[in-house]
């Protein structure tokens, strides 16, 4: 039953992204429930050679908007979205290689004691605004020497 929901919100996105990657204007929110979260911390042995930066080039945000990584050919670059019950905004602004494939959000946190707090959480989402698939694929196109970015690219 699972596999269905995620077979089916993955649809729903697909057919989201095409739209809202021509356009650029938000559509309406789109629920998905029972969506995989992970956190990660710019101080992770993993992500110590990139500090505090995104995959975009930006700086790691945790204030009402906040940075989350995804599989981008799931969630492209941009996508913004709310987990039901919290009030703060997530922007899909970075990737992780341990993503690709598993439709996992990993949520940024501040430090290892806020990243371990979170966990592993299946929570429902809102997606407010999808993302721009042609800018996650401008994005990585120069880094398809990594096997991960290869992957993200090959699936959209």
Not at 58 to 70: D, H, M, N, V
């Amino acid at each position: 039953m699972r596999y269905l929901r995620h077979l089916l919100a993955l649809a729903v996105l697909l057919g989201c992204v095409s739209c809202s990657s021509t356009s650029g204007k938000p559509i309406a929110a789109t629920r998905i429930g029972h969506v995989k979260t992970t956190a990660y911390t710019h101080s992770e042995s993993d992500h110590k050679i990139y500090g505090a930066s995104t995959a975009v080039g930006t700086q790691l945000k945790y204030g009402s908007t906040r940075s989350a990584a995804t599989d981008w050919s799931v969630y492209p670059v941009g996508t913004v979205f709310q987990i039901e019950g919290e009030p703060y905004k997530y922007e899909v602004d970075d990737y992780g290689s341990a993503l690709v494939g598993t439709n996992t959000i990993d949520l940024y946190k501040p430090d290892k004691g806020a990243m371990r707090n979170w966990g592993v959480r299946n929570v429902n989402i809102r997606v407010l605004r999808w993302g721009s698939r042609s800018k996650s694929l401008a994005i990585m196109k120069d880094r398809t020497k990594y096997d991960h970015v290869r992957r993200m690219v090959q699936r959209m």
